[in-house]
């Protein structure tokens, strides 16, 4: 069965620090990845995926995602974080034919000034 | 072009009752899929339709049920309510594709008293 999964319910950063939300996937086939963000008391907004082609792949508002086929890990990551970047994230895998989507429980991104 | 909307934002009921939420997709997508994010966890498929079809479903009981109408709106009704019903349920809507990301609304937080 697919699945995902993220292993640090929260990642704390200061502001300007890289930051790095792990995820590890496990899928017979081919993975079919995904990165969602969620603010408080809103639905999620899609940030990147990776369907096939380079491993890696860039994203809404700066974010950007390495695939590693060997490690089968799909890591979130941005260069320069925000303040305006602390949410929840989501990473998740395509999960059968109809394409629905198999999420990770969710990790915490806490940006300090 | 709008967005996912979904009605009502909040609504509260009491065990055995029964519920109707409803989903607007994007403007141009023909599929939605509905999902069941309970406190603290990653959203959990419940089922997909596909032009007025069910394309899928999640591990939920027959209880919870759908539909989709011909400008591609949908309901998700679930009867008997239960106190673990209690929970973010998330709409999204995609074009036809399997790989093509979906698109959430913010939601419909419903508890079950």
């Known amino acids: 069965a697919q699945s995902v999964a993220q292993p640090e319910d929260q990642v704390n950063v200061a502001e300007g620090n890289p930051l790095t939300v792990k995820c590890t996937y496990s899928v017979s086939g081919n993975p079919y990845l995904f990165w969602y963000v969620q603010y408080p008391n809103r639905g999620l907004q899609f940030l990147l995926k990776y369907i096939t082609g380079d491993n890696l792949v860039k994203g809404s508002y700066g974010f950007e995602a390495e695939f590693n086929k060997s490690q089968t890990s799909f890591h979130l990551k941005k260069p320069s974080a925000l303040v305006s970047d602390s949410a929840l994230y989501f990473c998740a895998v395509l999960g059968g034919s109809q394409g629905n989507l198999i999420f990770g429980k969710g990790t915490k991104l806490s940006v300090k000034p | 072009e709008t967005g996912v909307t979904q009605s009502p934002t909040h609504l509260i009921k009491t065990r055995g009752q029964q519920v109707t939420l409803r989903c607007s997709s994007q403007s141009g997508h023909n599929t939605v899929s509905w999902y069941q994010q309970a406190l603290g966890q990653g959203p959990q498929f419940i089922f997909q339709?596909?032009?007025?079809?069910?394309?899928g479903r999640g591990n939920f009981p027959p209880r919870f049920s759908g539909l989709q109408f011909p400008n591609y709106s949908s309901e998700l009704n679930v009867n008997a309510l239960e106190l673990d019903d209690s929970a973010l349920y998330l709409c999204?809507?995609?074009?036809?594709?399997?790989?093509?990301?979906?698109?959430f609304g913010p939601g419909t937080r419903l508890t079950v008293l």
């Open positions: 339709y596909y032009r007025e079809e069910e394309n």
């Open positions: 999204a809507s995609s074009l036809d594709q399997v790989y093509n990301e979906q698109f």
